[in-house]
């Protein structure tokens, strides 16, 4: 997923889901600190979109900088006025070890019928701490 990721920056480099993309081709590759950059960049240039805010805290706290991936949550708390997923939420806080909280968040979205549940939760590498877990196989998310 590298090359293609490379390749779609190549053709248009003001594409936030083009250095999203990139990012999680390294991250899947084994590769996160390459991917932080990238990230960093689709969060630039995604006028707010929550995905590349949160796979970027992912890659913050898999690469030991967890106070970087709280302050992205921190960041969220304070934007009252905006509506933030709780299934990116929880994408984070499954990140960060807490995975109390990040079933919270998750029910929450269960709860809201989130069109990310459906949509990421299945395949999203970032939720793969939970996978394991008793609550995941047997909670209405799984």
């Keep these: 997923m590298i090359e293609p990721g490379r390749q779609y920056v190549a053709s248009d480099a003001n594409s936030w889901v083009a250095h999203h ?3 999680v081709g390294y991250e899947g ?8 950059p990238e ?4 969060v630039e240039l995604s006028e ?8 970027l805290a992912h890659a913050y706290a898999a690469t030991g900088r967890k ?8 960041e969220w708390q304070h934007q009252a006025e905006s509506y933030i997923s709780p299934y990116m939420i929880a994408k984070v806080y499954a990140s960060l070890g807490e995975k ?3 079933f919270e968040y998750l029910e929450k979205a269960y709860q809201e019928r989130s069109s990310d549940l459906p949509y990421f939760l299945r395949a999203d590498l970032r ?16």
């Excluded at 707010?48 to 796979?55: K, T």
């Excluded at 106070?67 to 921190?74: D, G, H, Q, S, W």
């Excluded at 939720?127 to 799984?142: E, G, I, K, N, P």
């Design 48 to 55: 707010g979109d929550q995905d590349p805010a949160a796979a």
């Design 29 to 36: 590759s084994g590769q996160t600190l390459q991917a932080i």
């Design 39 to 42: 990230y960093q960049k689709a």
């Design 21 to 23: 993309l990139l990012g």
């Design 100 to 102: 109390d909280k990040a």
């Design 127 to 142: 939720m793969d701490s939970l996978r394991q877990t008793h609550a995941f196989r047997t909670s209405c998310v799984a």
């Design 67 to 74: 106070e970087v991936a709280k302050e992205i949550l921190r």
